[in-house]
């Protein structure tokens, strides 16, 4: 990159402060903006900025200070189950990154979009422009996506659609599945040919670096998913059951899991306790297959899933007092679906 310095949009949430690490580890000067502060600043290059990327003035003032060879785009609403409304903060801050790129002629834009776009059972989408959004979230990013192709130029932005993504800092993962898994409260299908795509928040770092550094002109495609390749829930849980060191995965048809998703449902209309509802059992049952092949052709990025685990039952242990009671306590399993 020419002058080394680069823009992280949403820089202290959970993917975000992951990557502008490894963009600092890259020795690049890394601007950090996001609503909140970073806990540990942990290298000189790296810059934080609180603020609004919608605030022109504020943004004005930090492309004063020179050029950014690349802008990688993250910050977002990303809670899931919200009203449309509460999502137009996302197309807004796309329109204000889109008109600070153009006014600045940023070389490179990477816009995190989701894998929410398109969700249908056992398909890929036929092209980048193949959208089947299921919620509110995945519309707003559908409005987003189109707003970047019809606004930047071609040779000028690369859009990334994570999947299921997971490590050191996701705190919903912690308290969710692994924290059912240590108390062997989890229910996942008997069906080995169920996947999912399950992305290590380090390896999703390092393939965004890798794609940033290619050559958008020359890639065959402007939309690129990125994960680890799909993996039975199975195994995947395999993994953190050894870095546990205990824990349990119940396993059950995908008839009876449907069953109890539609009774944990009907459950929580009610006020009743519903460990798993109908939306995680329909995740639990079926196989949404996303096309990762040309990202791990492109970055040759891939997850040590033994170390990954290990490190995220570390990091789980030194930051939550119930974790760490758990391991040492016994209780009768009661059964549910994985929050992630």
């Keep these: 990159m020419k002058s080394g310095r680069v823009m992280v949009t949403g820089g202290c949430g959970f993917i975000g402060a992951h990557l502008v690490e490894l963009l600092a580890k890259n020795n690049l000067e890394a601007i950090s903006i996001d609503?909140?502060?970073?806990?540990?600043?942990?290298?000189?290059?790296?810059?934080?900025?609180?603020?609004?990327?919608?605030?022109?003035?504020?943004?004005?003032?930090?492309?004063?200070t020179g050029t950014f060879d690349c802008i990688f785009d993250l910050a977002a609403v990303s809670t899931i189950g919200l009203q449309s409304l509460e999502y137009r903060r996302n197309i807004e801050q796309t329109r204000a990154m889109i008109e600070y790129c153009l006014t600045h002629d940023v070389p490179k834009y990477i816009y995190y979009s989701t894998q929410s776009v398109f969700r249908k059972p056992g398909c890929v989408p036929s092209s980048d422009v193949d959208y089947a959004p299921i919620d509110a979230y995945g519309k707003a990013k559908v409005k987003s996506e189109e707003l970047i192709r019809s606004?930047?130029?071609?040779?000028?932005?690369?859009?990334?659609?994570?999947?299921?993504?997971?490590?050191?800092?996701?705190?919903?993962?912690?308290?969710?599945?692994?924290?059912?898994?240590?108390?062997?409260?989890?229910?996942?299908?008997?069906d080995p040919n169920i996947k999912?795509?399950?992305?290590?928040?380090?390896?999703i770092a390092a393939q965004t670096l890798a794609l940033s550094?290619?050559?958008?002109?020359?890639?065959?495609?402007?939309?690129?998913?990125?994960?680890?390749?799909?993996?039975s829930l199975g195994d995947f849980c395999g993994y953190l059951v050894l870095a546990l060191g205990r824990g349990k995965a119940w396993s059950a048809s995908p008839s009876l899991i449907r069953l109890l998703g539609?009774?944990?449902?009907?459950?929580?209309?009610?006020?009743?306790?519903?460990?798993?509802?109908?939306?995680?059992?329909?995740?639990?049952?079926?196989?949404?297959?996303?096309p990762i092949e040309p990202t791990?052709?492109?970055?040759?990025?891939?997850?040590?899933?033994?170390?990954?685990?290990?490190?995220?039952?570390?990091?789980?242990?030194?930051?939550?007092?119930?974790?760490?009671?758990?391991?040492?306590?016994h209780t009768t399993p009661r059964l549910g679906g994985p929050d992630r």
């Design 296 to 329: 791990l052709s492109l970055t040759e990025c891939v997850t040590d899933l033994t170390l990954a685990a290990a490190k995220t039952v570390g990091w789980a242990i030194r930051t939550d007092e119930r974790f760490r009671s758990a391991l040492d306590s």
């Design 213 to 231: 550094r290619l050559s958008f002109v020359d890639l065959p495609r402007k939309v690129y998913y990125i994960s680890d390749d799909a993996i």
């Design 196 to 203: 999912r795509y399950y992305g290590y928040v380090e390896t």
């Design 262 to 290: 539609t009774i944990g449902t009907l459950n929580s209309k009610l006020g009743l306790p519903a460990p798993i509802n109908s939306i995680q059992a329909r995740d639990l049952t079926t196989n949404f297959p996303v």
């Design 35 to 64: 609503h909140r502060k970073r806990a540990v600043k942990t290298a000189d290059t790296i810059r934080d900025v609180v603020g609004d990327v919608r605030d022109r003035s504020l943004m004005s003032e930090i492309f004063s």
């Design 151 to 190: 606004l930047l130029p071609r040779n000028k932005f690369l859009i990334l659609r994570p999947t299921y993504i997971w490590g050191p800092g996701h705190t919903g993962f912690r308290n969710g599945l692994l924290y059912r898994l240590l108390k062997g409260h989890l229910i996942i299908s008997n």
